[in-house]
Nanobody, 119 residues
Framework: QVQLVESGGGLVQAGGSLRLSCVAS????????MGWYRQAPGKQRELVAK?????STNYAVSVKGRFTITRDNAKNTLQMNSLKPEDTAVYYC???????????????WGQGTQVTVSL
């Protein structure tokens, strides 16, 4: 099995910063990409940031310049600066994993961590 464990969510004031972390473990041969999605109540889940094994990154337009994703093997970190109330959502870690036991590819998700940005 593959597990993604997230940490770092919480309540911050607008303009503040928060750092999310995600650690992948389990039946992993490799991780092609890791990233974060978020979902606010009544809204569609959206990509926040993604980083590939080669270091290429992809950001939502709404967070570009404010958020930075980095990765160290099976751990990734999302540094969130200049937070806005519209960043409030449940943030989910995501990993594109190659399973060691089967050599198959799968998309795995963390349990989600709440980020709330107040005025």
């Amino acid at each position: 099995q593959v597990q993604l464990v997230e940490s770092g969510g919480g309540l911050v004031q607008a303009g503040g910063s928060l750092r999310l972390s995600c650690v992948a473990s389990g039946d992993i041969l490799g991780i092609s990409a890791m990233g974060w999605y978020r979902q606010a109540p009544g809204k569609q889940r959206e990509l926040v940031a993604k980083i590939t094994s080669g270091g290429s990154t992809n950001y939502a337009v709404s967070v570009k310049g404010r958020f930075t994703i980095t990765r160290d093997n099976a751990k990734n970190t999302l540094q969130m600066n200049s937070l806005k109330p519209e960043d409030t959502a449940v943030y989910y870690c995501n990993a594109d994993v190659i399973r060691r036991s089967t050599r198959s590819r799968g998309d795995y998700w963390g349990q989600g961590t709440q980020v709330t940005v107040s005025l």
